[in-house]
């Protein structure tokens, strides 16, 4: 059964929810008011997350062979999953960190909700694709690419407006600080390479110290 805070908690995720269109389509007041006047929510920004993923899995799926050949046997989807939440994180991390140096004032969440938001058109435009894909043909497969490259494109430039407007930068500064944080998550990458290398390390040596010393007990 419903109740009213249930009723009214909803109502607020699905005002917060349509926002998202609304960023789509005037990036700089709707990424303004998103951080400004706390227009975004994490609800929101979570389910358009969830059907950026639905949306590549379902690509994979769905995708006429003729399209874009997948085979099965070599899919995973662990991977294609983790293609897009791990760059997601590594940027809203990176972003926020290079940004809070110099007096940006978006905040880590803020951050987060903006790039969840400015993903909204990918899976706009890969539904109908998928669908779309079952109907053209081969011929006119270069249709199809183009779309999936516009959003791709649409995606990237709506996250670097997005940042721009919330951390109140000028061109200029927000342009720089997007080379900063892409430069950011090359370090995060590699020093979470180095800490999981050295880790693998670690549990090499005592497992073969552990082997070592069993062999001479015996």
Not at 10 to 24: E, G, I, L, P, V
Not at 36 to 64: D, W
Not at 109 to 136: D, E, K, M, R
Not at 200 to 211: E, K, N, T
Request: charged share 10%; proline share 3%; net charge positive.
């Amino acid at each position: 059964m419903l109740t009213s805070a249930r009723i009214e908690s909803f109502r607020k995720f699905w005002k917060s929810f349509k926002f998202a269109f609304y960023c789509a389509t005037h990036p700089l007041d709707g990424f303004w008011d998103l951080s400004h006047e706390k227009r975004g929510s994490y609800a929101a920004a979570n389910v358009i997350l969830i059907l950026t993923i639905m949306a590549k899995l379902m690509k994979l799926q769905f995708t006429s062979f003729v399209i874009e050949p997948i085979y099965w046997e070599e899919v995973n989807i662990f991977l294609h999953i983790a293609s897009i939440l791990f760059p997601l994180v590594i940027f809203v991390v990176g972003n926020w960190a290079t940004t809070t140096l110099f007096d940006g004032k978006g905040r880590l969440g803020s951050v987060y909700i903006a790039t969840c938001y400015s993903l909204l058109p990918y899976p706009l435009i890969q539904f109908p694709l998928i669908i779309l894909s079952n109907v053209v043909t081969s011929e006119e497969k270069q249709f199809y690419s183009v779309l999936s490259v516009v959003s791709l494109i649409w995606v990237f430039f709506w996250i670097i407006l997005a940042m721009g407007q919330i951390h109140e930068f000028s061109v200029m500064k927000n342009a720089l600080f997007t080379i900063a944080s892409l430069a950011a998550m090359l370090i995060i990458v590699f020093l979470l390479l180095l800490f999981f290398s050295m880790i693998s390390q670690g549990v090499a040596y005592f497992i073969s110290l552990g082997r070592e010393i069993i062999f001479r007990s015996l």
